[in-house]
């Protein structure tokens, strides 16, 4: 299934970085839950927005552990239609913490079906990217990047799943834009993929995608306003 609409583009980002579609019971087939978590209140209000343009008004509720909020919508109706653009939003290894609750012996877990991809032999869920409509590779790379990306003299993502990080390299593509793509050996069972901007594309990032208003950690700067330091625009 092919993102056509701004808004799903929105929403696949949140999901694929710091959000995802989970199960709130383990053993019934239609179970399903939205979530996201952020420090950024501006992005759970643009997840919670995004959500109730397509679908109308909805019972979100949120959660403050610590620093982050999560924001929750348990909507098995929405969460399914998720799930025809990636069969999963989980982008952890099956077997790392949570675990998935098939390699439990429950009856679901968090994919739409279990067909778990293989790096050095680890599992990894079947999550992807969908095919984007080419007026939507924009937004969608503002949002991914602005939640899950990093800056410093660089802009950079790191992540551990296999295969996101070289969907992203093509769509970066499709724009022009250079990157690196390299993956470390934590530990034994653990590798993770750097994404790096080659810094002679900065600036067409920065025309062409830039940040969201959000934050840099431990900082009064916003990313945008780091990336435009950086490129001296």
Known sequence: MNIQKIEDAKIIAFLLTD?????????????????????????IKEFKQNLEILFGKQ????????????IYLNNSDIA???????????????NSNPICPVLRNKKYGPCLKCHPIFFKQIPYPPAKIPPISK???????????SIEGTITDRVQISQRHPTLLKQIQKLLTTLQIDSTLKNYQINKNRYEWFL????????RFYNS???LPVYISHSKLTKSERLKNLVQV
């Not at 019972?59 to 999560?70: D, E, G, L, M």
């Open 19 to 43: 959000g995802g579609i989970t199960k709130t019971h383990f053993n019934r087939p239609k179970s399903w839950r939205l979530h996201f978590t952020s420090t950024e209140m501006f992005l």
């Open 59 to 70: 019972n979100f509720w949120t959660s403050k552990p610590k620093r982050a909020t999560t």
């Open 80 to 94: 399914e239609y998720y799930l025809q653009f990636s069969p999963t939003y989980r982008t952890k290894q099956c």
């Open 135 to 145: 007026k939507l590779v924009n937004t969608f790379l503002k949002y991914y990047f």
């Open 196 to 203: 790096r901007i080659k810094k002679k594309d900065l600036l």
């Open 209 to 211: 995608i830039n940040f």
